[in-house]
């Protein structure tokens, strides 16, 4: 018998929840995950019709179990959430419902008007991961903060720099009686000087602090931050990056097997990022055309660079043992890999087409902290760079060698074949040439061909 069918079912009626679940005693985690559980029951009692039931919590968690979308420690919990709604429901005395309460209203109330009262304002945040969602600040002036960077699009990673950088300013000004709102171009002047003199930070640290407050006071508060020019700044240092000789790095390559050698390869050969390996989808590796699509780059851009044809046919080996494991994932009804926010909206099925799998898929299940979901991910960047770092100490290199160290070297390489360097910005990704001729300065012959006066 179908849960819906029993008009009699006591239900509850407790919009109040996300209210009373922010007063209750949880660590930060468990609260989130409490308030995703219930969100998505929720939208579950909307999408199939029914109410706010004990019955219909059963039937999401056998449905949520029968998916095996969540680990046994996240299931647990979300059953725990759901047992605190009900508990909690029933002893505010707001079990059941009127008769001749419209339906419709029970549903809205109980799921669209929840993202409205726990939004900052009446307006949906666009582009706001799913377990973000539960977290929305804490004070005003950091919910107005996340308000406009969601509003904005930027990335998850850029939300959570910014957003610590502000609650570092915060602490800072708590210590000296201020309150953010009140906090003027002085501050903000004092708080630089102080990173660069007390805290010993580096000029990019305090540039990105300088870039978080700007947007604190001018987008989210709504200020004009003034003239501060004047601060101390960072002693900006000028270092050359780490290149291997073309020998050195294939004795690195030689340490190396596996999946790990070829990725280790790739980033060689075609110059990229490290994150623009590991984030490389089905589609971008183009083995026809010889090229390789890097998909929101530095800066949010998009580039082609070239593909090793030296490593074609590994490749081509490697997208047949993905197309296997693509297909054991669907057969075992895993959720679609993680697509942006935007495409994932428009088109839900997205992330589970064969041609946006990662190219690089982790061998393990893990769990997307944002969702709470089960899914392939692609491999993550320590991995790489702990088999990167042991495989340079077995090569015996006296260098320390990172997996940047070989997109440096394909850079220096390049331009000592005699490439052309305004194509090799290209490749790279720089938005200046003049970023690109720091390499210039690492070749084996720089400027005029000197001999040592030892060797003359």
Known sequence: MQVNSQPDQPSVWFPQWSTALQQLRLPPLRRQQYRLALIRYLQYCKQSQ??????????????????????????????????WFFKAARKQGDSGLAAGTDRRAVRNELTGRLARRSSPTNNQIIGVPPLAAADLGKTDWERRLIRELRGRHY???TEQTYRGWADRFAKWLQARGVRVEAAANDHIRDFLSDLATCQRVSASTQKQALNALVFLLREALERDPGEFGDFVRARKSVRLPVVLSREECQRLFA???GTMQLMAELMYGSGLRLMELLRLRVKDVDLERGQILVRA?????????????SLSSRLREHRNWLRRLYDKDRQANLPGVWIPEGLDRKYPKAGEAWEWQWFFPSRELMTDPRSGLRRRHHVLEERLQAAVRDAARRAQLNKKVTPHALRHSF??????????????????????VSTTQIYTHV???????????LDI
């Open 255 to 257: 340490a190396l097997d």
């Open 50 to 83: 029914q109410r706010a039931t004990v019955e219909s919590a059963r039937a999401f968690m056998e449905s949520v179990q029968g998916k095996r979308l969540l680990g046994v420690s996240t299931l647990a919990t979300w059953k725990e959430a759901l047992n």
């Open 411 to 432: 850079a220096t390489h390049l331009l000592e074949s005699g490439s052309d360097i305004r194509t090799v910005q290209e490749l790279l990704g720089h938005k200046d």
């Open 297 to 309: 780059g530095k800066g949010d851009k998009d580039r082609v660079t070239v593909l090793p044809l």
């Open 155 to 157: 990335q998850w990673r």
């Open 443 to 453: 070749l084996n012959r720089p400027g005029l061909s000197v001999r040592s006066p």
